[in-house]
């Protein structure tokens, strides 16, 4: 599946979580993921002003998404390199980066419907199984790796799209930025604030400056 379209099923499925009530805690991975079949994608549809949709993204992501594991995952070895106001200003930058990455193509998928296949455990995360049904294609093959959180509850650590992890895809782009500019985590910085600033460019990957 092309990178692009990769994106925009993930934009998909995450807005039909933006969809759903919530509740304090999920009983099971199953039920965590299951009830994204539920809902539908209403609420994030073309309908839906930008900044509202961003607005609800980013409430996504930070409540049910492992965030501070994905991106100390996504800039790998260089973490180490940065200083503490480095990571600071890479937090910051990486959350405000995926949010806009994803949330301009949240209104693209109304009518897709998840549907949870299967799960099993693999250390100590669960794998839940599922597929996106599209209307406009085949279903699209997606497995959510879940830990269990302190409230009870699940984070999301991962999605595997067609076999295709979003955290390494990301690292891989991040590491590409920042060897391709002398090996200096700064140039990651720059570069993701220049994303941000430029209104238009808001689909991975980043290029290198």
């Known amino acids: ?7 925009l099923v993930v934009a998909a ?6 969809a759903l009530p919530r509740s304090d805690a999920a009983p099971d991975p199953t039920a965590f993921i ?32 492992d965030v501070n594991e994905i991106a ?11 200083s ?46 599922s597929q996106v049904i599209r209307t406009d294609g085949p279903p699209v093959e997606m497995d959510w790796h879940l830990i ?8 999301i650590t991962d999605v595997y799209v067609d076999r295709v992890s979003m955290k390494a895809t990301q690292r891989d782009e991040f590491a590409r930025v920042i060897q391709n500019n002398g ?8 570069v993701l604030r220049q994303q941000l600033q430029n209104q238009g460019t808001t689909t991975p990957p980043i290029p290198a400056r």
């Open 13 to 18: 499925v995450f807005s039909l979580l933006t």
């Open 34 to 65: 299951n009830q994204l079949g539920h809902a539908g994608i209403d609420s994030m549809g073309p309908n839906v002003a930008p900044q509202q949709r961003i607005a609800r993204f980013r409430q996504l992501f930070q409540a049910d998404f």
């Open 72 to 82: 100390r995952f996504a800039v790998g070895r260089y973490w180490q390199a940065m």
């Open 148 to 155: 269990p959180d302190n409230s009870g509850g699940y984070k």
């Open 1 to 7: 599946m092309p990178r692009r379209a990769l994106l």
């Open 84 to 129: 503490p106001e480095q990571r600071d200003q890479f937090m910051r930058l990486f959350t405000d980066y995926t949010v806009k990455a994803y949330a301009d193509k949240l209104g693209k998928y109304d009518g897709a419907q998840l549907r949870v296949t299967g799960t099993e455990p693999n250390g100590d995360e669960t794998v839940v199984h």
């Open 183 to 190: 090996g200096q985590p700064s140039a990651l910085l720059a």
